[in-house]
Every structure is written in C-alpha cells, then in structure tokens.
C-alpha cells in the first residue's frame, strides 16, 4: 500500500509541478528573476491579476462587470535572488540525481524550516544551521545546480511547500514525530 501511494503522489507532484513548467516551455514564454521577486500565492487576487482569467469576473444583468474580493489574501510571495540560489545549490547538494519529486520534497522541508519558530526564519540561516545538511560539510552544496535545480527551487519559492508544514525532517531514517512520506532517498518526518 504505501508503494502505491508514493507511486501515486509522484505521478500527481508530476501533473501539478512539471507539466506547467512543460507548458511555459512550449509557449516560449521567457521568465527571468530579478534581485527581488514578488510572486502571489495560489489562490489570491494578485494571482488573477498576474494571469488574466477571461472567465473569473461576473457580469451583472447590465454587462458591467461586478468587483469580486476573496475575504483571505495573502501577501505575495516574495523572495531574493541569494534564497534562489541558496535553495538551488542547497537541493543540488542534497538530490541532485533524485527525480523532480524529491527535488522538490528536499527544498519543501527547507522552506517549512524557514517557515518553523523552531529554525532560522531564512534560506540561507536554515542551509547553514550548524550540522543540519551534509551538502554544506562535504562540499556538495558548491556543485553547479542544474536547470531542474532552479526550476524546482523556483516553483518552491514561488508557490511554497509541497509537503504539510510540520514535516520539518528528511534524513535515511526516522525523526521526530513520525514518517509523512517515505522515498526511495529520504523519510520525511514530522517535528
């Protein structure tokens, strides 16, 4: 049972975070990363300014359209070029040969760390805390990321964490609380 459910997670980490990439390729569409870049959440206002939804607005009887607002917005996402790198190198350092859905898993507990009282309340603090990821202690965090590396680190950073936010492990073996998840690389495990 739970190879069918890392089976099905992956194929769905697939449709959900490599498929639109896929798409933005075949469109042509160019994206670069300014020093600071402000990206809004999923679901929120900005998101439907950033990406124009010919079909999100209602119209009343007399055809103007009607002023909609979500009760809970969120601020945008906003990041720095160093936390791009920083996460980069840091899911280069720790699943470079690993599939786009450890990537991802990899840079997801980073950013719950970050996101954790518990932890330095940055990328880079988190990458860096004393004795946390072997990549800084054996020299892999200074390899070349790879484009998969940035893509990954990108849509993190962008739309946030893929894993539930307490799942604050990753290591060969249990930690903390209990396995969330449970790769062929890595547990992943509850604080």
Same mark, same amino acid.
């Given at each position: 049972?739970? /190879? %069918?459910?890392?089976?099905?997670?992956?194929?769905?980490?697939?449709? #959900?975070?490599?498929?639109?990439?896929?798409?933005?390729?075949?469109?042509? #569409?160019? @994206?670069?990363?300014?020093?600071?870049?402000?990206?809004?959440?999923?679901?929120? =206002?900005?998101?439907?300014?950033? !990406?124009?939804?010919?079909?999100?607005?209602?119209? @009343?009887?007399?055809?103007?359209? &009607?002023?909609?607002?979500?009760?809970?917005?969120? &601020?945008?996402?906003?990041?720095?070029?160093?936390?791009?790198?920083?996460?980069?190198?840091? #899911? +280069?350092?720790?699943?470079?040969? +690993?599939?786009?859905?450890?990537?991802?898993?990899?840079?997801?507990?980073? #950013?719950?760390? /970050?996101?954790?009282?518990?932890?330095?309340?940055?990328?880079?603090?988190?990458?860096?805390? /004393?004795?946390?990821? =072997? +990549?800084? %202690?054996?020299?892999?965090?200074?390899?070349?990321?790879?484009? =998969?590396?940035?893509?990954?680190?990108?849509?993190?950073?962008? $739309?946030?964490?893929?894993?539930?936010?307490?799942? !604050?492990?990753?290591?060969?073996? %249990?930690?903390?609380?209990?396995?969330?998840?449970?790769?062929? $690389?890595?547990?992943?495990?509850?604080?």
């Amino acid at each position: 049972m739970k /190879k %069918r459910k890392t089976i099905v997670i992956s194929i769905l980490t697939a449709l #959900i975070f490599v498929m639109p990439v896929m798409a933005e390729e075949e469109s042509g #569409i160019l @994206t670069q990363v300014s020093p600071v870049v402000e990206m809004p959440r999923k679901g929120t =206002a900005a998101e439907s300014e950033a !990406v124009p939804d010919h079909t999100a607005e209602d119209t @009343t009887a007399d055809g103007e359209a &009607e002023d909609t607002e979500q009760e809970n917005q969120q &601020e945008p996402m906003v990041y720095s070029a160093d936390d791009l790198e920083v996460l980069a190198h840091a #899911i +280069c350092g720790e699943a470079q040969g +690993c599939p786009d859905d450890e990537q991802l898993y990899v840079g997801s507990v980073i #950013i719950n760390r /970050k996101n954790h009282p518990a932890y330095p309340n940055s990328i880079r603090g988190v990458v860096f805390q /004393k004795g946390q990821y =072997a +990549c800084t %202690r054996d020299g892999n965090y200074y390899r070349q990321p790879t484009e =998969a590396n940035y893509r990954n680190a990108r849509r993190l950073l962008e $739309y946030g964490s893929i894993l539930p936010g307490n799942v !604050v492990y990753q290591s060969s073996r %249990r930690q903390g609380k209990g396995v969330y998840l449970q790769t062929r $690389y890595h547990k992943y495990c509850y604080r």
